[in-house]
């Protein structure tokens, strides 16, 4: 045991890489997009340090390019859920154990080598798997994840260094344990940073973690594995079991040993989760903390004082980024029927530069959604626009599954501001526009707070700052991240703290002191020094 009293080191924000033509970090990600493209991998469960092969398999496919097999990846099923749980339990014993400095060292170190020697690794994996752009890529696999394991580190510190008072006489202490029993990190496809940061969080506080990644990102996620033990990360503190939703979420939710949930996915399946978990209760050694993050119909509402170009702008990067494919992404926006025009055409004519394509070219601004199932359900809605008379389809509206699954970016308007693409979560590259009159502004504003069950991120556009004012009150509850001229997507560790309530999830703030307090369980205690010798107290005394 060190008699040091340790600091963590002060964090920073990972710069972001331009990847411009010319620079050093271009020519590596291009070269590493080489490598990982021409070689395919078997990826294996990996249980208590030790690889597993089921030999039931499941294929990864180039999104962008579905002809082409990235990896094969053997499935978990009850059978391998049960022994992670068991690996799970065995680890802890040694790394609850640890001293949550040496702990911290392990993530501090992946963060380094993320930033180094791993940087392209993760960021081409992210490239190929999920089909981001280079830029995507970089904010995503490269950068939140670094700035993941620098900050919250800093946090735990923070959380440790919160202690009681102690009156004359007495030594009042606490202790951050972490969970007795193991978390279950259930991570999606859509950002590699989350994939890292559900199952690692916890862990950092104590916790070990059975860790069922996206089966559409397994391949990132794999990287991010050997990552973590390139770290120095002990065998059994996570471990990592992908394969179907049920096949391996029942057995992890039906096991006694159950402490906590962290889920970033759909609504429909956090909410069977939490089922689940509250139908077992009686089992459980504890109640089990359930942190999610779900679903977001994510609203853009431009005031009649707003500033047209950057309102386009943040319109175009906030929607059709990453293929909207983002929990974040502005699906929805409320515009005055006076700067309509202006806006609309802008953003026309930016819609008509983008590139849609190989996210390997690097002229491509959108990549492909995921797969099969996200290429149906986005062309589905659509189709809906396309069939109703209170829409308009002003631009995109067609894809192509030939190659890969592309969707054009696509801009709709509606006289309905209840209609269907207003109203439901569609994470795909479609913005639907209602155009409000200005005089019914007050109405408007109504309609963008209570159309939606979500309350994830939102933002507001102005040059009035009365106005600002206004309409940050009246969407207090309507988002649990919201921007002021500015796109309602990217937030940044340290700066923004990630969440939403209402159907997006508990708003437990990834990226923040709340999220790792919910990782572990507080104990007090009390020390007295001159303890009392007798049982009496002084009011019965006779004088």
């Known amino acids: ?127 190929l798997g999920q089909s981001k752009t280079p830029y995507q890529a970089e904010i995503d696999a490269a950068c939140e994840i ?15 260094a919160d202690q009681p008072v102690s009156p004359p006489g007495q030594w009042n202490r606490a202790e951050y344990r972490p969970l007795e029993g193991f978390v279950f990190a259930v991570t999606p496809f859509n950002f590699t940073s989350i994939a890292a940061n559900l199952p690692t969080a916890p862990a950092l506080m104590g916790n070990t973690v059975v860790w069922k990644p996206a089966s559409s990102a397994v391949y990132s996620a794999w990287y991010v594995l050997k990552l973590l033990e390139a770290a120095g990360l002990p065998p059994g503190v996570v471990n990592f079991v992908p394969g179907p939703g049920r096949q391996v979420g029942d057995p992890a939710l039906a096991s006694p040993e159950l402490a906590g949930l962290h889920f970033t996915g759909s609504t429909a399946v956090f909410q069977g989760m939490w089922r689940a978990i509250g139908e077992g209760l009686s089992r459980y050694r504890g109640y089990p903390r359930i942190v999610g993050e779900t679903g977001g119909k994510d609203f853009v509402f431009v005031h009649p004082s707003a500033e047209v170009d950057a309102t386009a702008v943040a319109l175009v990067r906030g929607a059709f980024e990453y293929q909207g494919q983002k929990c974040s992404a502005a699906s929805r926006a409320y515009v005055p029927e006076s700067l309509w025009p202006q806006v609309r055409d ?134 649990g991240n919201f921007y002021v001229n500015d796109k309602p997507t990217g937030a940044v560790v340290g700066q923004q703290p990630f969440g939403g309530a209402r159907a997006s999830g508990t708003n437990d703030k990834a990226g923040s002191m709340g999220n790792l307090l919910r990782w572990v369980s507080m104990r007090a205690i009390k020390e007295t020094f001159d303890p009392p010798t007798r049982y009496e107290y002084a009011y019965m005394r006779d004088r």
């Open 1 to 127: 045991m060190s008699n040091g009293l340790f600091r963590i080191p002060e964090p920073r924000n990972e710069p972001v890489l331009s990847y411009a033509p010319g620079t050093p970090e271009r020519t590596a990600l291009k070269k590493r997009l080489d490598e990982l493209s021409a070689r395919e991998l078997e990826i294996p469960l990996v249980i208590g340090g030790r690889e597993v092969r089921t030999g039931r398999m499941a294929e990864v496919r180039v999104p962008h390019r579905h002809a082409q097999r990235l990896a094969r990846c053997h499935q978990a099923g009850p059978a391998e859920v049960q022994a992670a749980i068991e690996a799970a339990a065995q680890a802890r014993r040694t790394w609850a154990a640890m001293d949550p400095h040496d702990r911290a060292a392990i993530f501090l170190k992946a963060a380094d080598l993320l930033a180094g020697p791993w940087r392209q690794t993760l960021n081409a994996a992210t490239m």
């Open 146 to 160: 670094v700035d993941f394991w620098r900050w919250n580190p800093h946090f735990m510190e923070r959380i440790h």
């Open 346 to 479: 802008r953003i026309l004519a930016m819609i008509a530069e983008i590139r849609v394509g190989e996210v390997e070219d690097f002229s491509t601004f959108m990549g492909a959604v995921i797969d099969r199932a996200a290429f149906d359900s986005v062309r589905k809605y659509i189709g809906i626009a396309r069939d109703s008379s209170q829409a308009k389809i002003l631009a995109g509206g067609r894809s192509d599954d030939t190659k890969g699954f592309f969707i054009e970016p696509t801009l709709i308007e509606t006289v309905n501001p209840r209609f269907k693409l207003m109203e439901e979560e569609i994470f795909g590259p479609v913005l639907t526009v209602y155009v409000y009159a200005d005089i019914r502004l007050d109405e408007a504003a109504e309609l963008c707070a209570s159309t939606s069950p979500y309350g994830l991120t939102g933002a507001v556009f102005a040059r009035d700052r009365d106005a600002i004012a206004d309409l940050t009150r009246r969407f207090v509850d309507a988002a």
